[in-house]
């Protein structure tokens, strides 16, 4: 039987698509991972979904309601500072015209420009296949 330091950080994020791109923003300093690229989302809070954590995390860090659909991928992984199980969910917005708040650091990335941003190295899969569904 696994403790919960065995147990990966259940996390889910959201591809929010618009015309072939996607956003994006760069990690602030004092964040894990500072200066990296990622898409939004975040961890779990106790009995939500990954689904429901993606919903909820679009909403604070961009100020944007979205609709989450299908599970694109699931993929677990480790980094220095612990396990991760990371849900990427193909998301759009409520709103077709929405913007991402002012100040949230978020910006519209085209899908064949992502590969040109550093992300975590667990989402070289997600990004590669972006690219190719952009090209």
């Known amino acids: ?18 015309d072939g791109r996607y956003l994006i923003r760069q990690r602030r300093p004092g964040q894990i991972m500072a ?21 909820r995390e679009c909403l604070e860090e961009v100020g944007i309601g979205v609709v ?9 992984h480790r980094y220095p500072h612990g396990r991760v199980e990371l849900s990427y969910y193909d998301c759009w917005t409520v709103d077709p015209t929405a913007e991402p708040e002012i100040g949230s650091g978020f910006l519209w ?8 941003y550093t992300f975590p190295g667990a989402n070289e899969p997600v990004l590669a296949s972006l690219a190719a569904e952009g090209r």
């Open 1 to 18: 039987m696994s403790d919960d330091q065995d147990s990966p950080t259940r996390v889910g994020i959201g591809l929010i698509g618009r």
């Open 68 to 76: 989450v659909g299908p599970l694109r991928v699931k993929i677990e």
């Open 35 to 55: 200066g990296v690229w990622e898409f939004p989302g975040g961890k779990c809070e106790p009995g939500e979904s990954p689904e429901e954590a993606t919903s």
């Open 109 to 116: 990335v085209a899908a064949v420009d992502l590969l040109g």
